[in-house]
């Protein structure tokens, strides 16, 4: 079992910032990737950002490129997502996940455990 507990989002203006943390705990961490979600209302959930396990390689979606980063500390066991230059279309409630699988994976059915979700809000 893996819990992923998250913190971070809230409401802020178009243009600013937020970072979103991800806590892991009950397994080891540092070998399994981790990706972020977000899932506006009525819409599916999608793929924003990935990072590998040692490695620390990343991948974003082409909404998230050049804007947000992902980033993981492992010997705190936490994953973060650090969101510049924020949009209302980013408005969602924003997830973590963890891959048991291994490799880079960009679809929610495709991991394993999920944070409790955290909601973001873009105003213009």
């Known amino acids: 079992q893996v819990q992923l507990v998250q913190s971070g989002g809230g409401l802020v203006q178009a243009g600013g910032s937020l970072k979103l943390s991800c806590a892991a705990s009950g397994r080891p961490f540092s070998r399994y990737p981790m990706g972020w979600f977000r899932q506006a209302p009525g819409k599916e959930r999608d793929f924003v950002a990935a990072i590998s396990g040692y490695s620390s390689t990343t991948y974003y979606a082409d909404s998230a490129k050049g804007r947000f980063t992902i980033s993981r500390d492992n010997p705190k066991n936490t994953v973060y997502l650090q969101m510049d230059r924020l949009k209302p279309e980013d408005t969602a409630v924003y997830y973590c996940?963890?891959?048991?699988?291994?490799?880079?994976?960009?679809?929610?059915?495709?991991?394993?455990?999920w944070g409790q979700g955290t909601q973001v809000t873009v105003s213009s």
């Open positions: 996940a963890a891959n048991l699988i291994g490799g880079y994976r960009r679809r929610p059915d495709e991991y394993d455990y």
